[in-house]
C-alpha cells in the first residue's frame, strides 16, 4: 500500500504518492481548495484510485518548535481527513519545504510561471519523501 503525502496551503493543496514499497515520493498534482469542501471529494478519490493506506500532512510550525495558528489550521484539516477517509492520517513538521521546493525549481531554472504551478506538490514530495526516510531508518 502507498501513502499519501499532502501540502496544505490557503488556495493549493499539494499531492504526492509513495511508490508500493514506501521509498520514493513521486509529485502528483495539486488540488485548488473550494468554498463547498470539495477538495475533501477529491483527496479521496486520489487515496482510493492510488491505493493508500496512510496520509502525512505537513505540519507548519515555528522555528522555535511551537505551533502557531496555520499549524492549528492543518491540525484540523488532518482530523477532518482522517475522519473522511477513516485511514490513519499522520502530522510532519514541514519547516522550510516550499522554501527548500522553491530553491530546487530555481536552481533548475524553471520560470516564475511554471514554479507557481508546481511548487506546492513538490514541497508535498518533500515532505512525504522526509517521512519515508525517516520510516526507513528504523
Known amino acids: 500500500m502507498r501513502v499519501m503525502g499532502i501540502d496544505y496551503g490557503d488556495r493549493n ?3 504526492a504518492v509513495s511508490d508500493a514499497f514506501g521509498w520514493t515520493a ?3 498534482k495539486v488540488v485548488q481548495k473550494r468554498r ?3 477538495e475533501l471529494d477529491e483527496i479521496a478519490a486520489l487515496a482510493k484510485e492510488n491505493e493508500v493506506s496512510e496520509i502525512v500532512v505537513g505540519l507548519p510550525k515555528n522555528m522555535n518548535g511551537t505551533v502557531g495558528p496555520r499549524g492549528e489550521i492543518c491540525i484540523a ?3 477532518t481527513l482522517q ?3 477513516n485511514l490513519p492520517v ?3 513538521d514541514e519547516r522550510l519545504t516550499t522554501v527548500a521546493a522553491e530553491r530546487t525549481l530555481i536552481e533548475a531554472d524553471v520560470s516564475r ?6 511548487v506546492d506538490k513538490m514541497a508535498a514530495t518533500l515532505i512525504l519523501q522526509n517521512y ?3 520510516k526507513t531508518k528504523r
Do not use: C, N
Open 13 to 15: 493543496i499539494g499531492i
Open 26 to 28: 513521486q509529485p502528483v
Open 36 to 38: 463547498d469542501d470539495g
Open 77 to 79: 484539516f488532518a482530523q
Open 83 to 85: 475522519q473522511k477517509l
Open 90 to 92: 499522520h502530522l510532519w
Open 113 to 118: 510561471k511554471k514554479r507557481k504551478l508546481v
Open 132 to 134: 519515508l526516510d525517516s
